[in-house]
């Protein structure tokens, strides 16, 4: 009647139960994430753009000024407001608007700062319907057509990058920080005395890793796409795939911190050390071409920023696997040698 | 073959310059339970630890079933081994049943997980998680997993160190019945009331040497045939020296160790009689005088003039 119990299962579940167990964990890993997003996309939601702010002038008291400030008054591409003169240099000094234009019978006068950005385009815009009301003709037919489209928006490049930070940050606390806590309770060296397969130890964080990715994954994209109307251009599959080896790939680096540290101030202290350059580098947020140049080779060899890339092109631009050698090779790369090393250093006390 | 659970020879462990364990010799004989007796910082926990394959010998030999570790038989020997560690804080958040359940998918044979939480009285506490555990009920839990491989040899490291007097006993009931029914016990203790219940054998470690080795019985006995008479002296006539005491013919020793003086006599009643008369004649007023036959903490205070523990 004795059961027989599989060593690996028990080990998975018991991975499993710890995590679910300790809600501050659950937090991090899913709750961080969707407020993150949550907050970003609204803070960044798509808006229509600022109409440019209109200063206007009368020098003139005469019928066709009233007129040309009545046609500005009324026109949908601007916002137009009469100053007396002083106070509307006073609002352009101050960026409270972006032109002033003084209306006499002569005609208009443009005062504004090139160096605002806004400033030369408003310009132009009041002039364009200053011209047009006073009868210019516009010799070439042109049409507008207005894009906002899904996978263009802010959000749509916000929640790949989330998506691939939250799959570091659970990989690198869920490993390597788990391990440096049982060191510490000298609950590793408690297993080195069983004939526990020391490949099974570590393949139940492989398998814990991987069903909680697939959870993750889940979540996080299902948030999206309710709440925002985010969707995958690309594949769903090749999306998954590039989690697991993006996970993989941050096991194998927390793995190697993990390997040797024996208290979890010092871990802690190693997490941050990596992953927050990463979060400022990689991309998550804006995109790592403005930083310069130079540095561009250099970020693109973070694993975050690799995982961010892939995820991104499969996310936004519907890329597949083929298309995503650089990155996915530096992953592979990263995950390799932190297994390689982590197994060669590792330490049961 | 019929190897013994243990034996080692000329076992040594340096830290850098520090010896933990300066050559010892020891074999323990299947179905017994043997003491390593010490103070803390005799090096009993690294012998163990050794022996339970945790560290290497710096030189020695070392056999557990006539197999040595590192030779490809190590998940042989450990699947025959079942070790306590000193405090190893298991999984918080799994429960007792879990826990168990857990370290008793590790081994090829063994009890029944049920039958494990019985042995160690835990049937109530099964469902509720580790960290909620007392004290005791933790070292039981941990008992349960080193016996949950059925093994033939059991480590158990300072099991009761900092239980109270009833958790200690329901331990000590556990270990005796593992060793009625066949299994070899290796315990390390610096309480000398647990190595008298429990241990056949006993070694007496100090500064990572065995400094004595026997049964209880003959530990105590070698100290020959005295008891003891403690007191401390509440006033005495001016110039009273204790050395007057040394001249009565029934007491063997006179010391005073932190304002208690201990006066070593022989075991007849007539020498404890003679004591109190010198007492009196000396004018000498004891308080919380006290007698008691030989310890296991005697033999180690007349080995090394220390105490095992500083009370």
């Known amino acids: ?91 352009l000094t101050r960026a409270k608007v972006d032109v002033v234009v003084e209306l006499s019978n002569q005609g208009a006068h443009y005062r504004f700062d090139p160096t605002q950005d806004k400033s030369p385009i408003a310009k132009m815009v009041v002039d364009g319907v200053l011209q047009r009301a006073s009868g210019r003709i516009d010799p070439l037919s042109s049409r507008e057509d207005v894009v906002s489209e899904p996978g263009a928006r802010y959000i749509d490049f916000l929640m790949p990058g989330l998506i691939a930070m939250n799959v570091m940050g659970s990989s690198m606390w869920g490993v390597g920080y788990n391990l440096v806590v049982a060191r510490k309770r000298k609950l590793l060296r408690r297993y080195a005395v069983t004939p526990m397969r020391r490949s099974h130890f570590l393949l139940s964080y492989f398998f814990s890793r991987a069903l909680f990715l697939v959870l993750e994954l889940g979540v996080l994209l299902g948030f999206g796409k309710l709440v925002f109307g985010c969707t995958i251009q690309g594949h769903l599959t090749t999306f998954l795939l590039i989690g697991f080896l993006g996970a993989g790939a941050f096991a194998g680096i927390s793995l190697l911190i993990g390997a040797r540290i024996q208290n979890t101030e010092a871990a802690n202290g190693w997490m941050n050390l990596l992953q927050l350059p990463m979060w400022v580098l990689s991309g998550t947020f804006f995109s790592y071409e403005r ?22 092109a499969v996310f936004n631009d519907g890329a597949g696997l083929l298309q995503l050698g650089f990155p996915l090779a530096v992953l592979a790369v990263w995950g390799g040698a932190g297994f390689a090393l982590a197994l060669k250093w590792f330490r049961w006390q | 073959m019929n190897a013994p659970p243990i034996r080692c020879e000329k076992l040594v462990k340096r830290y850098g310059d520090k010896v ?170 610096h309480y000398m009331d647990e190595a008298a219940i429990l241990c056949d054998e006993i070694a007496v470690m100090d500064l990572g040497q065995i400094i004595a080795r026997g049964t209880p019985r003959s530990l105590v006995d070698s100290l020959g045939d005295v008891q003891f008479v403690e007191f401390e002296v509440g006033s005495a006539p001016p110039g009273f020296e204790l050395a007057q005491l040394q001249s009565e013919p029934a007491i063997q020793k006179v010391e005073e160790r932190r304002g208690r003086i201990r006066v070593t006599i022989d075991r007849a009643l007539t020498a404890l009689a003679a004591v109190i008369e010198a007492l009196e004649k000396a004018q000498i007023v004891p308080i919380g005088l006290s007698t008691h036959q030989a310890t296991l903490d005697d033999v180690f205070l007349h080995l090394t003039g220390k105490q095992l523990v500083d009370d």
């Open chain 1, 291 to 312: 930083f310069p140049a130079f540095l561009h080779l250099p970020i693109e060899l973070l694993p975050l920023t690799a995982l961010v890339n892939a995820m991104r």
């Open chain 2, 20 to 189: 933990a364990v300066a050559g010892i010799d020891l074999e323990v004989r299947a179905g017994i339970c043997f003491g390593l007796l010490g103070p803390n910082g005799a090096g009993k926990t690294t012998t163990v630890e050794m022996l339970e394959g945790l560290h290497a010998p710096t030189s020695g030999t070392m056999r557990l079933f006539g197999e040595s570790w590192g030779i490809g038989k190590d998940q042989w020997i450990r699947d025959k081994v079942g070790v306590q560690l000193q405090d190893t804080q298991l999984a918080d958040k799994l429960t007792v049943r879990e826990v168990v359940r857990l370290f008793r998918s590790f081994y090829q044979g063994g009890k029944d997980v049920e039958e494990l939480i019985r042995l160690v009285h835990l049937e109530a506490e099964a469902e509720q998680k580790f960290h909620t555990l007392s004290g005791g009920q933790k070292q039981r839990v941990a008992l349960a997993t080193a016996l949950a491989g059925a093994p033939d040899l059991l480590f158990l490291d300072e099991p009761t160190t900092g239980l109270d007097p009833r958790a200690r006993q329901t331990l000590w009931k556990v270990v005796e019945q593992f060793r009625e029914d066949g299994g070899t016990i290796v315990l390390t203790t």
């Open chain 1, 1 to 91: 009647m004795t059961e027989r119990l599989n060593p690996l299962a028990q080990l998975v579940l018991a991975r499993l139960r710890e995590f679910w167990r300790e809600p501050g964990i659950v937090f991090w890993v899913f709750g961080f994430p969707l407020l993150m997003a949550l907050g970003l996309g609204l803070a960044f939601r798509s808006k229509t753009p600022a109409r440019p702010l209109v200063a206007v002038v009368l020098v003139d008291d005469s019928a066709s000024v009233a007129k040309l400030s009545e046609t500005l008054g009324r026109a949908p591409e601007l916002q137009a407001r009469v100053l007396p003169a002083d106070e509307a240099f006073r609002a």
